[in-house]
C-alpha cells in the first residue's frame, strides 16, 4: 500500500483494510470486485489485483503462511525485487539489500553520485555498495537503520547535516553539494485530459459498466463516456451523447449538466464533466460495450457499493449531498 502512497493515507488504508481481512485467507476468498472497492483511491489498481493473486497462492501452496525467502517471494504476483528484499531481510533476517528512496538520497550525497539516480547503471552501484556493507546476520537492523536515518536526517529538504554521524564520510556535505543530491531525472509534464460522462437514469437505475481488466483503472466501474479534444465547454452536452454512442451503442439525451470533477493519476490531470442522461425512445437499450467488460443497471445505492476510480467516486459523493432523493429508494 506504501508504494507510490503517502504513510498518512497508507495507515488509514491499512487499517481498514486489516479490519476486513485479518488474515491472508480473508484476502483469497474474497472477491475481486471487493478486494478493489477496499482499495479505491489509492491508485495502482494492479498491486491490488495482484496481492489478491499472491493471497490465493500462499493458501493453497503455502498453508496460509507468507513465504520469507527472497527467491520464493519474487514467485508471488505483484513481488518484485524491492519488496521481496524488505520482506526477506525485515522479516525473515536474510542477508539482502533493500534500496528505496530514502537509500538511494543517503548513498548519492555519501558518495557524491552526481548522475540520476534511478538509472540502472547508478542503481546497480549503489546495491553493490550496499552489498558490500551489509553486515552478515544483520539485514533487519542494517536496512531499516539505513532507510530511517534517510526518512530522519538525510532527509530531501533541511537534512540535518549538524548532527549526522557520517558527515566526516560525507563526500557532498565536503563539497558543499548537499542540496544538489541526489540528481533526479526531469519530471514529466503533466498531461491535461478533458472527458465527458452520462449519468443515464432509468427506472431509478443508472448505467454502469466496468472496465476491462487490460485498461487503465482495470475492473472498475464508471459512467460511460469518453475522451473530447476540444478546449471550449459550449458543446460538452453534445459530445457527451456522441461519446457515449461510441462506447456503448446507446442514443442518449443529453439532459442537464451535473458536475465537473477533477482528479490526478501518474501525470494526467482529468477534468470529468458530467451529465444526466436519459436513453431516446424507441431506440435499442442492449449495449455494445467498446472500453468496458461488463454493465449493469443499478439502484444508486448499489452503484455507489462498487468499486470506482476516483473521478466517479467524486461524482457519487456529489449525487448523495446535492440529489439524495436518488437514494432514497
Known sequence: MLQQTQMERGIVYFNRW??????????????????????????????????????????????????????????LPGIGPYTAAAIASIAGNEDVVVVDANVNRVFARVFNIDQPVKTTEVQKKIRAVATALLPPGKARIFNQALMDFGGLLCSPKAPLCHICPVREFCRSYALGLVSVRPVLQKAQENIQIKRVAGIILQNGRIFMQQRKRSAVWGGLWEFPGGEIVVEDDENSQLDVALEIKKDTGLAVIAEQF????????????????????????????????????????????????????????????????????????
Not at 31 to 54: P, Q
Not at 290 to 304: C, F, I, Q, V
Request: glycine residues 4%.
Open 258 to 329: 451535473a458536475v465537473e470533477v477533477k482528479h490526478q493519476y501518474t501525470h494526467h490531470k482529468i477534468v470529468l464533466h458530467c451529465y444526466f442522461c436519459r436513453l431516446q425512445e424507441h431506440k435499442a437499450d442492449t449495449p455494445q460495450l467498446r472500453s468496458a467488460e461488463k454493465y449493469s443497471w443499478l439502484s444508486p445505492g448499489e452503484a455507489d457499493r462498487l468499486a470506482c476510480p476516483s473521478g466517479v467516486r467524486k461524482v457519487m459523493e456529489y449525487l448523495k449531498q446535492h440529489r439524495p432523493e436518488l437514494f432514497s429508494g
Open 18 to 75: 486489516l479490519e476486513r481481512f485479518p488474515v491472508v485467507v480473508d484476502v483469497a476468498l474474497a472477491a475481486e470486485d471487493e478486494i478493489l472497492r477496499y482499495w479505491e483511491g489509492l491508485g495502482y489498481y494492479a498491486r491490488a489485483r495482484n496481492l489478491h493473486k499472491a493471497a490465493k497462492v500462499i493458501v493453497e501452496d503455502y498453508n496460509c503462511k507468507v513465504p520469507s525467502e527472497y527467491a520464493t517471494l519474487l514467485e
